[in-house]
């Protein structure tokens, strides 16, 4: 292939990439690898990420802020239905929109590099290459690209995990959180994931590593079965908690190594603070349900 002449424009569907990292590769993407990506294919002039940044790690924006990638935080609408919380995101619509712009104003960028799996892309895809005769190149993770959307570009060049993360590079994190998480109760009384995402970085609950890393670790406890999810419906809200699985024999044997009691079973009803056998489907004290959500990242 001849050197890439022509600007380059990047557009990151954030949600959609970094949630395929941690299903795919259990692991966090590397934030500068979006850039270098970018750079294989001439010089980045348009770089930009697309998500509720509310919704992920706060180093998630440094890095990319780091790396020269502006974000667009495009926070989601909440609302209920059927007595459900719900969730609408329009990340995808402004990056469509930010795409078509960059086609009729910026003549010069002449590459765009998609890095989404999303077959929502595929009608501006053959837009900018059949009315602008512009170069498009799907950048996804596999195992969660639209085949569609790769034929319509033409071309792929897909994100793919490093080194896998070495569990024992991770264990004094993990250590640490199993730890934060018996010794101390957050302010609401129970923990969720973005509370446990939050004091991690914390530096004053001592838990190392880099944030990067701290997140890792959270993924492999979850997938892992150190940490249990599960559901407390009330009559006026719905509360997803993230406890330790004190059966679990690593968590097990670290809670004895350091001498704390172990308390295997719990259940905490949001609406009551009292604690009932993980499978027993109810608040024994007040009636409220509890629902066991055995998830992968994202969900």
Sequence with gaps: MDAPTGEVGLFIDLENIRYSFLNVYHIEPDVASFIEKARKHGRVSVALAYADFSEHPQWVRRALDVAGISARDIPVRRFIRDGQDRL?????????????????????????????????????????????????????????????????????????????????????????????????????????????????????????GSDPDKSNAISYMLRNGLMRRYKTVTDIREVTISELDETHPNVRDLLVQVGLELNPTPARCVACNECAPADSGACACCGATITLQWSEAGS
């Design 88 to 208: 609408k995101s329009s990340a995808d619509l402004h990056m469509l929109m930010d795409i078509m712009e960059t086609a009729l104003d910026r003549p010069q960028v002449t590459t765009y590099v998609l890095m989404t799996g999303d077959s929502d892309y595929i009608r501006v895809v053959t837009w900018i290459k059949n009315r602008f005769d512009k170069r498009v190149i799907v950048s996804g993770v596999p195992g969660t690209i639209s085949s569609d959307l790769v034929a319509s570009a033409g071309e792929a060049d897909h994100l793919e995990a490093g080194e896998n993360v070495e569990t024992d590079a991770l264990k004094a994190t993990i250590d640490a959180l199993t730890l934060m998480m018996k010794r101390t109760t957050p302010p609401t009384g129970f923990w969720t994931i973005k509370l446990i995402d939050q004091w991690a970085r914390d530096h004053r609950n001592g838990v190392p």
